[in-house]
């Protein structure tokens, strides 16, 4: 047997001579040297190689294309092309993999170049793309090999590396809809948008599917049929000499086109259980509710109905058909054979899954007792005691006796809000993002009497600055031999005696606009207003970021620049000297208690990037409320990419509107008008590019943002009320009037309390 082992060093170098030495004791698995052993060791050169550069296959036919080489004197180099009349096939039956450019090249030249460089010594060499030839290159796609020889055991063997190269100054970003494909071109070089191109929309089995310009916002709309063989599978655009391509079979965002072919099913099923769990042998009854995608009901449809344990066989399948309203009234008998566990209820049309809900089939045992929590107040200030009643019974009338159990007080901030004073401010975010969440954490073990009762008295005990006001938990927990049963009852807690409310005119300001707001000092309890002087502050707020190990990790700057007295119950007005984020505070030193306000100033030279784990990343910023057709959504963007052109798309199914904006210091404002009927919702899609000439060290080329607009679906609710006895004797009748909004077909279950306790 032999054995051997590796010794790297760095202290190793190529053609030099060493004397190596094993050290007598040196051992192996069985043996052990009894004196030392004595070798000359000569290394050899280090092999030729050549090495390209990262994966940075876009230039400009203008650029240069740089490698690394080690031992190699001569190299021919050989350029490949794809030809003009192959790229569409290389597009759309490659789906532009580089692994298979060689298939629809040709030789444009080759040439012998000499590197003269030092002997075992990576250098590093680079060389402009128009010293190839005479001719400037053309843009397309190249395939750049460099070979060269080595000898191995003294036979001459080739040996080559290459790159493949995408040479063009057109940037494509496309969004491929429904029957529509919305591309827009911009210059990479320095974003700008590109007019009057030529854009090509290809399909499968390379069919041309539509073909336009683009308008004077560098943009194209295409509209394509859909059906199977029309997929969109690459875009190829051309103005000039120049050209491009982009292939559809990666997205870079949500959907893909494969998603876009999937037939969506108009229709969706509700299921509405009577109870979430079941005892065996109990019945499981359901209302199912089937609406279309404009929430209107389906009538006299057929729909499928599965009834099936999660993980095992069918227990029920059945065809109904849904009544004038759109509703099943569904009903199963459980029979001994039917094992407990967790069930799923499925609905289908043919054979496409609408709707699916779970439900448990269970021997539950429900609690026996319920607790009641009764407080001398609802509100309380911090210094008040808290006097809590306890009474606890069982279902059918007893009292719960001598039982064991805790009393629980907690305590977490919760914003104070006045409908007197909607819109006002009574919070100060600054100090409760600095705080614990719990600022009362109480327990007290009880024993009930034989009535089945138990006082207890709580005090408060903060520690924090409280932010606003307190929203308490009283929670009660009574042991029913081994079985809990909790009972919880929610009270505020009013810290501050007066509470300072601050409201603004306007969160966002342009250049030259001034502060301005209203200021109130309330007591919370009664809303009397108080009158005495208050103090404000303005503070600049700046994020700072570095990059470690491809984390970014933020820091928060507060910079006051401005403050100020300012008299309650009045209105204020003061000049913002700078651009930027900004924090307003109104402090009560009196009463202790202060409210802010975050506002910004933005003007065409201001940036500010917000914390963030990914740079690429785009902010919308829009009203949030219910939108419909004909109403204008203000939006504001800001973007890690200072300079460069921003494309804003509100995208349903289909690109609705649209605008190409300049990016400058990173941020736009504008607006868009929906023009079409909202079904559920739109999406506001945000794309920031910048010029590939700008130095962006850690900023993206491209950068990207979604928001979600909320459709206005009021019209859709429907209101109940019910007007029911609380107390009714067994076995009797109850009367109950019910009223709703719109004619309605109703469900109406009663269900065991003890149930609704688990």
Known sequence: AYYYHD???????????????????????????????????KTGNKAKVILFDEEKPYLSNRGELSFSSINVQRATLIVERILDDNLRYFVNFANANKKHVPKYTKEVFNKTVTLNQQQNVKTRQKFKLSDLSSDELAVGVYKITLRYDEVVEGKKEERSESKVLFLSNLGITANIGKEQAFISLLTLDKADVVKHARVELYGENNELLGATQTNGSGVAIIHYPQNAKSKPKGVIVRQGQDSNFLALFKSIQTPRIEELYRTQERFKGHIHFQSNIVRPKAKINALLTIKDRDFLSASKLPIKVVLQELYGKKVHEKVYHTDNYGLIDFHYQLDPNDRIGDYRLSLFIGEKLIGSKEIKVEAFMPPKIENQISTDKESYALSDLIHVKIHSAYLFGADAAYLPGKVTLNAQAKDYTNPKYPDYSFTNSQLQKSNINYYIDQMEEITLDDKGQQSIVFSNKVKQKVPSILEAMLGVTIMDDAQPVATYKKLNLYPYKAMVGLKLHQASLKKGEKLEGDVLLINPENNSTINRQLFATIKEVKWHYTYTEGHYN????????DSFPIEANQKFSRAVPNNGEFIVEVHDHLGGHSASKAFDLFSWNYSNISPSDDLKSVEIDVKEKLYRKGDDVKVRIKSPILEGKLLLTLEGENVQNYKVLNLEKGVAQTSLKIKETMHQGLYLHATAIRSSQKDAKLIPFRATGYKFLKANREKHILKISMDLPKVSKSKKQISLKLKTSKPSHLLVSVVDKGILQL
């Open 7 to 41: 010794v790297t060093s760095k202290e190793f170098q190529p053609n030099s001579r060493y004397k190596v030495t094993l050290k007598k004791g040196l051992r192996t698995y069985a043996n052990e040297l009894k004196e030392d052993l004595h070798y000359a060791l």
């Open 554 to 561: 933020w820091e928060k700057e507060l910079k006051l620049v």
